[in-house]
Antibody
Framework: QVQLVESGGGLVKPGGSLRLSCAASGFTFSDYYMSWIRQAPGKGLEWVSYISSSGSTIYYADSVKGRFTISRDNAKNSLYLQMNSLRAEDTAVYYC?????????WGQGTLVTVSS | QPVLTQSSSASASLGSSVKLTCTLSSGHSSYIIAWHQQQPGKAPRYLMKLEGSGSYNKGSGVPDRFSGSSSGADRYLTISNLQSEDEADYYCETWDSNTRVFGGGTKLTVL
């Protein structure tokens, strides 16, 4: 069965950096676009970034453009999100998601807290 | 880019039916959307893909009680024979060439 397992979340100070990982299994990872989506405490879902199956096409939400970098390693069935210059408003649960246009599978999420 | 509008809350009685609405912004009425369910304290779960024609495809394991329909720019999620576990937040999603968008979500209370 499809599994997406995020890791790398934690507490970081404003201005700091963090790298999230997502380990995929149960499907042919290299066939699918992948996304990162976040949810601030008590708030709705916010798309962050997506990457094409080959990694050649990448888009970001305006709120993270220039600070976050999405990447993937198809040989390792893994998706990554490098987050730099973190702000308090980046505090959220970050979900890895498999995309078929729409999101068809979600990971369980990893919590990122940006606080001094 | 498209915008999705959802009512913030809805309620219905155990065993009854409820119809949730997601409205696409002007100029985007033909867009395909997806519905997702998020039970309290859990990750979201994909429910179905819904086209403007009203045709829908559900995810694996989604009960028959869940169905979709469309009318113009409106996309609907109908839940029949409401169960207590259906109490959750429901989000619609759509996408464009360089972005994806979520509605604000509807909090469904089962009375």
């Amino acid at each position: 069965q499809v599994q997406l397992v995020e890791s790398g979340g934690g507490l970081v100070k404003p201005g700091g950096s963090l790298r999230l990982s997502c380990a995929a299994s149960g499907f042919t990872f290299s066939d699918y676009y992948m996304s990162w989506i976040r949810q601030a405490p008590g708030k709705g879902l916010e798309w962050v970034s997506y990457i094409s199956s080959s990694g050649s096409t990448i888009y970001y939400a305006d709120s993270v453009k220039g600070r976050f970098t999405i990447s993937r390693d198809n040989a390792k069935n893994s998706l990554y999100l490098q987050m730099n210059s973190l702000r308090a408003e980046d505090t959220a649960v970050y979900y890895c998601a498999r995309c078929q246009g729409y999101v068809s599978y979600w990971g369980q999420g990893t919590l990122v807290t940006v606080s001094s | 880019q498209p915008v999705l509008t959802q009512s913030s809350s809805a309620s219905a009685s155990l065993g009854s039916s409820v119809k949730l609405t997601c409205t696409l912004s002007s100029g985007h009425s033909s867009y395909i959307i997806a519905w997702h369910q998020q039970q309290p304290g859990k990750a979201p779960r994909y429910l179905m893909k819904l086209e403007g024609s009203g045709s829908y495809n559900k995810g694996s394991g989604v009960p028959d009680r869940f169905s979709g329909s469309s009318s113009g720019a409106d996309r609907y999620l109908t839940i029949s024979n409401l169960q207590s576990e259906d109490e959750a937040d429901y989000y619609c999603e759509t996408w464009d060439s360089n972005t994806r968008v979520f509605g604000g979500g509807t909090k469904l209370t089962v009375l």
